[in-house]
């Protein structure tokens, strides 16, 4: 085994890999900020609550009805996407003309209201919830051990940002949907409902969200604060890939991940943090993000 | 005097004739909580209120000023007075590394720097020796002010608060009426016109950021010599979203507002701890209702009705 | 068994009456002892704490049943943050009239409300913290430590292991005075026997959910046993990313407790060994205890931390009782904790203990190993007794804590 900076090269790629596994929850959940910023212009603070409901939905269809972790990741992103449609249609709906801060600021009080009151329905230490029969055991790369639920997660995630990514810049509703975030005026004059696609476009990105909240839920247990603990960094990824940019988030979700996995061995204490910085210096050399058009 | 209309005369006289009798009904360590808060608070809106500039990373200079005046006046045994002043100079130091980094920007973009900042600050924090890490600085002693009052008494430290709060309080109630203000007010309301009349908007958005950011610290550094504590909550970003929500709740941009939501919130959580697991909730239901309802915050709705500044 | 917890009760409440039959006449806050339990309602210590202690500190209340004084509960949330305890603590005893506080997990926030309890001259007895600077550089006359530190964890897991072939360490600890406290303890018992420890990562606290690159470090170190210097939420997560990456080491947690153990499943938590002070399944005392306490908190049941509420509670108001009602209210915090540590303890949670001079509450430990699925009969079935230390063996010798008032 030979030695990079005084480190085991296992270990370093065993980093690397861990790494990309975060950086799939961290593109998964930034991509369905993201869209839900360019379309709407809204920062959904409650993002990480709403990746907790995801998680706490699959719970619930396991423990009182058994339905399996497979149909789970179908039905749970319905579920807390059609919770989106009511949120939209009650709150965010009456704040598309203000200052983005009030959009930040209704969705923080949102996600308060939505993990205090896990809180006080499941505790706090947390559901647990098995991997999936056919994902349990690991595979033995050579260089580490990998649980093979672990590159399920990687392999799903990386699936569904592609799956985004080319419905929205290859097909022709993806196209109404950029052209709707240009100029809503214009697209409405075609016929088409945008205060609808407006709803729905919120309802797919928080849909995002319990979809990695099911994938995350073997992996961390089930537990009112896994999003709070997320958000941020989260939100760190979308202003560093651009905000609103699909393929910024997506990028810079995976990057971020392994920059994050390799100061985990270089300064561990460090490895909260790092992404600020990231942050901080992209924005000072690029004030729109790497990815971002204009953009003040 | 100090440039307030008939109302808001009226609105300060209420305020002094609370601040002086209320030490008679209330718990004097909650009252000079709240106006530890209102002073923060004050200095957020400062920012936010005047010069339209939403900054998400203020715990970092109000816990920051926290720490100094704590760990001033355990370790080094300062007056009191001066460790309050120490962590205000501190804060406005801080203040001004932030402003050097984020005045350039706007909107989210502001937030987002300021918000990215203030993580680090708190990372500096829990790593640092000096701060006690999670246990924070603890036992610090009110001391003597002037060498001579003891502060052991919770009435002679209400004094104290009070007194810094309104000298404060009148400062910037000073600041935002002179002519350096009025300037502010039109950044706020449109900057490039502002920058075409000649106005170097950002040396100005620079000299609030640093003051807002020292008079935190000034707040901060007070309620450590409280009582006695200087932790890492007063550095953590919640402190950053408490104080948002106080400036929201009483007002953005009246200059009484801040001081009612300081009031009003810390009275719902020093209640609402007693009732136990709803204080979350309870937060982000005031969060909501807020923004969709009382989105000027209470004394901002009343003016409009008022017709008046308040 | 039942027996002489009756018989004890009636010793005590005829003592109570006898008092409160000369008192009679007396004002009803004056005849009103008031409790506040202060801890985490809310946030990640909420299931080892919470309500549940509360629920096991009225059922103290309730049997105590002494017709001679009032006794009075109130709850406060302190959310972990030691300035908001400090708070709490000074507002109870400067505005409520409380007279003593008990619970107050999280290291930082105990180590601020002893502050207060000390400034103040005022009761607390501390259950839910685990730093043992509470009878140690942190110590009160007021101060009483009720039934675990990070010494008897150290001493009793961390002893166990190296016993049994663990003699190399590697430890993960949440970067905070309670887990570099922890892992301070530890190393010093692996090291005395002979281990060595290979290393450690300090990760951040709070706000941690993946472990996964720590484990990692942890198994490329080389040593035989992991040992994990964190609680709750942190242990629970460590533990099960520890199975998921088939980290072949021997898992120390040094810190846990059966609530913890409930929330990982069996599947998961099997073999693991911990020490705790409490079990409900110990003897017939702790199970007619557990009986009485299901009634009150049917889903949580109590762990060390709980009974621990309960056990303190109940010994406070025999003190009060035994010094009568009019002294405890003038006396200070002293005064009572004078009492306490003169009265030998006993309940049906602990059975017989004590407390020191230094305020340590002198208890049994007992090193646990998780149950197999198969050998767990049902819900909460999960501990097989793998040893006991005893009550003089288990904690930090009284000279070693360097409690500055002993010295007087």
């Known amino acids: ?296 | 005097m100090f440039g307030f209309s008939r109302p808001q005369g009226v609105s300060f006289l209420i305020m002094l004739a609370a601040v002086i009798i209320s030490p008679a009904f209330f718990y004097p360590i909650l009252l000079m909580k709240v106006l530890c808060f209102a002073l923060f608070a004050c200095a957020y809106n400062l920012l936010i209120g005047y010069v339209g500039l939403g900054s998400f990373g203020h715990a970092a200079f109000f816990g920051m000023g926290g720490y100094i005046a704590a760990y001033s006046a355990k370790k080094w045994g300062l007056d009191p007075a001066l460790a309050i002043i120490a962590g205000g100079l501190v804060g406005a130091v801080l203040g001004a590394v932030f402003g050097w980094l984020a005045i350039g920007r706007q909107g989210i973009y502001f937030a987002m720097i300021t918000l990215a900042l203030s993580q680090m600050v708190f990372f500096f924090c829990t790593q640092a020796s000096f701060t006690g890490g999670e246990d924070g600085i603890q036992q610090v002693p009110r001391g003597k002010l002037f060498g001579m009052i003891s502060l052991q008494d919770d009435m002679a430290m209400y004094t104290v608060v009070a007194v810094i709060f309104l000298v404060t309080f009148l400062l910037i109630h000073r600041i935002v009426h002179s002519p350096f203000g009025q300037v502010l007010k039109a950044i706020r309301e449109n900057e490039p016109r502002a920058t075409s009349l000649g106005y170097r908007t950002d040396d100005y958005k620079m000299l609030v950021f640093i003051l807002s950011a020292g008079i935190a610290g000034i707040a901060g550094g007070t309620k450590s010599i409280v009582f006695g504590i200087a932790t890492l909550t007063d550095v953590a970003n919640a402190q950053s979203g408490e104080v948002i929500l106080m400036t929201l709740v009483g007002g953005m941009g009246t200059i009484f507002g801040p001081v009612l939501g300081a009031l009003i919130l810390n009275f719902i959580e020093s209640y609402l701890a007693q009732l136990g697991a709803w204080f979350a909730v309870t937060q982000g239901v005031i969060f909501v209702l807020c923004i969709m309802f009382f989105r000027r915050g209470i004394l901002g709705e009343l003016a409009a009705r008022l017709k008046v500044a308040l | 068994m039942s027996l002489s917890r009756r018989s004890l009760l009636g010793t005590t409440a005829a003592a109570a009456t006898a008092f409160g039959a000369a008192r009679s006449g007396r004002a009803q806050a004056a005849n009103t002892i008031k409790i506040g339990v202060l801890n985490d309602q809310s946030g990640p210590y909420r299931d080892t704490g919470g309500v549940t202690s509360v629920a096991c500190t009225k059922l103290a209340v309730a049997e105590f049943a002494a017709k001679g004084f009032n006794v009075e509960v109130v709850a406060a949330d302190h959310q972990n943050k030691p300035d908001v305890g400090a708070e709490i603590a000074r507002q109870w005893y400067d505005r409520d009239g409380v007279d003593m506080i008990i619970d107050v997990p999280t290291s930082s926030v105990a180590l601020a409300v002893a502050g207060v309890a000390k400034e103040k001259n005022k009761l607390h007895i501390n259950v839910g913290a685990a730093t043992s600077d509470l009878t140690g550089k942190s110590c009160a006359p007021s101060l009483i430590h009720w039934c675990y530190d990070t010494y008897m964890l150290a001493k009793s897991t961390g002893g166990a292991t190296v016993k049994a072939g663990g003699d190399s360490w590697f430890f993960v600890t949440a970067d905070y005075a309670f887990g570099q406290q922890l892992q301070k303890d530890t190393t010093a018992f692996v090291t005395a026997a002979g281990g060595k420890v290979m290393g450690s990562v300090a990760y951040p606290f709070p706000g941690t959910t993946d472990f996964s690159s720590f484990l990692l470090q942890a198994q490329a170190s080389g040593a035989k046993v992991l040992g994990l210097c964190n609680a709750g939420g942190d242990t629970v997560n460590s533990i099960k990313q520890a199975h998921e990456f088939g980290v072949k080491m021997k898992l120390a947690a040094m810190l846990m407790f059966i609530t913890d153990v409930n929330a990982l499943g069996l599947d998961v938590a099997q073999g693991l060994t911990l020490t705790e002070s409490f079990y409900w399944d110990l003897n017939d005392r702790t199970r007619a205890f557990t009986e009485r306490a299901k009634k009150v908190t049917p889903n949580n049941w109590p762990n060390m931390v709980h009974a621990g509420c309960y056990s303190g509670t109940l010994h406070f108001l025999k003190a009060v009782a035994d010094m009568g009602i009019e002294a405890a209210k003038k006396g200070t915090g002293t005064a009572i904790a004078e009492r306490m540590k003169a009265m030998p303890t006993d309940d049906d949670a602990f059975g017989k203990g004590s407390i020191r001079a230094d305020g340590r509450g002198l208890f049994k430990s007992y090193l646990f190993q998780v149950k197999t699925p198969a050998e767990s009969k049902g819900k909460w079935d999960y501990y097989k007794v793998m040893g006991e230390t005893s009550a003089t063996e288990a904690w930090r010798p009284l000279a070693d804590g360097g409690c500055y008032y002993l010295k007087s």
């Open chain 1, 1 to 296: 085994m030979f030695m990079i900076f005084g480190y085991p090269s296992a270990l370093l790629f065993g980093q690397l890999l861990l790494g990309l596994i975060n950086g799939a929850f961290y593109a998964l959940l930034s991509l369905g900020l993201a869209i839900i910023f360019g379309m709407l212009n809204i920062v959904n603070f409650s993002h990480g609550a709403l990746f907790m409901l995801g998680a706490f939905v699959a719970w619930g269809l396991l423990e009182f009805l058994g339905i399996s972790y497979w149909w789970s990741l179908l039905l749970a992103p319905i579920v807390v996407g059609a919770f989106g449609v009511l949120l939209e249609k009650v709150f965010i709906a009456r704040l598309y003309k203000l200052d983005h801060l009030y959009g930040l600021l209704l969705t923080f009080g949102l996600a308060l209201v939505i993990e205090g009151l896990a809180r006080n329905q499941f505790g706090s230490s947390g559901m647990p919830f098995a991997i999936p029969r056919q994902l349990q055991g690991a595979t033995d790369l050579g260089f580490m051990f990998m649980p093979n639920y672990r590159g399920w997660v990687v392999a799903a995630s990386a699936g569904m940002c592609l799956l985004v990514w080319l419905v929205i810049e290859k097909t022709s509703l993806g196209a109404t949907l950029r052209a709707a975030t240009e100029n809503p005026a214009i697209v409405q004059s075609f016929g088409i409902n945008v205060p609808r696609m407006i709803t729905l476009t919120y309802a797919a990105g928080v849909a995002l969200a319990a979809f990695a909240g099911v994938l995350a839920a073997p992996i961390y247990s089930v537990n009112p604060n896994m999003g709070a603990s997320f958000i941020i960094t989260v939100f760190a990824v979308v202003v560093i890939g651009g905000m609103g940019s699909i393929a910024g988030s997506i990028v810079t979700g995976f990057g971020l991940g392994i920059v994050e996995g390799l100061t985990k061995v270089f300064y561990p204490q460090g490895s909260s943090v790092v992404i600020f910085v990231v942050m901080v210096i992209v924005l000072l050399t690029r004030p729109a993000g790497l990815f971002g058009k204009g953009g003040h």
